[in-house]
């Protein structure tokens, strides 16, 4: 069965409890994605390296020049607002991904106002999470904190890779 190509904008929401190291695992991302050149950062706006970041960046993909955007944050609807919705409206990034709640209480509907974004911009909004449910506490178990933290910079490489290999299927 042939699969049929898609060739829309997309958001990636990044769904999880906070704490769970969705900002880490996007770090991740950025650090390895292909971009053609060294991605541009609109936050911060200086070469410090606060947690968290909104970047945006090109890269080839089939032939096509893909610019790709990718905000750490989304714990609250303000944020996404100022921060991340400008990868769309000012940067015209074809793909962003993005952290998010995995609730629609309490923090003011991240969700929702995703889904919001994705149908006023015309963007499909897709979901997914890291490849693990609780971040490791190092501190409880000081003796395996080094192990824990190779297989937790392990499994962010694979989540960063199958993210990058997601972006590539939707934009070729």
């Not at 200086?46 to 944050?73: E, H, Q, W």
Request: glycine share 4%; hydrophobic share 35%.
């Amino acid at each position: 069965m042939k699969v049929k190509e898609f060739n829309r904008k997309a958001i990636i929401a990044v769904v999880g409890k906070p704490n769970t190291g969705k900002t880490t695992a996007l770090k991740t991302l950025i650090s390895n994605f292909p971009f053609e050149n060294k991605p541009e950062y609109i936050w911060p706006d200086n070469d410090s390296n606060p947690y968290d970041v909104v970047c945006y960046g090109d890269f080839l993909n089939y032939g096509k020049m893909i610019r790709v955007g990718i905000a750490t944050f989304g714990d609250m609807v303000d944020l996404q607002n100022k921060e991340m919705l400008p990868l769309i409206t000012q940067h015209h990034c074809d793909v962003v991904v993005t952290a998010c709640h995995n609730y629609m209480e309490a923090t003011g509907n991240t969700n929702y106002n995703l889904c919001q974004i994705a149908q006023e911009h015309n963007y499909v909004l897709f979901s997914t999470s890291i490849i693990r449910t609780e971040r490791p506490n190092y501190d409880s178990h000081p003796q395996f904190a080094d192990l824990l933290k190779q297989n937790e910079t392990f499994l962010n490489n694979v989540f960063a890779q199958s993210i990058i290999n997601l972006i590539r299927e939707l934009t070729k």
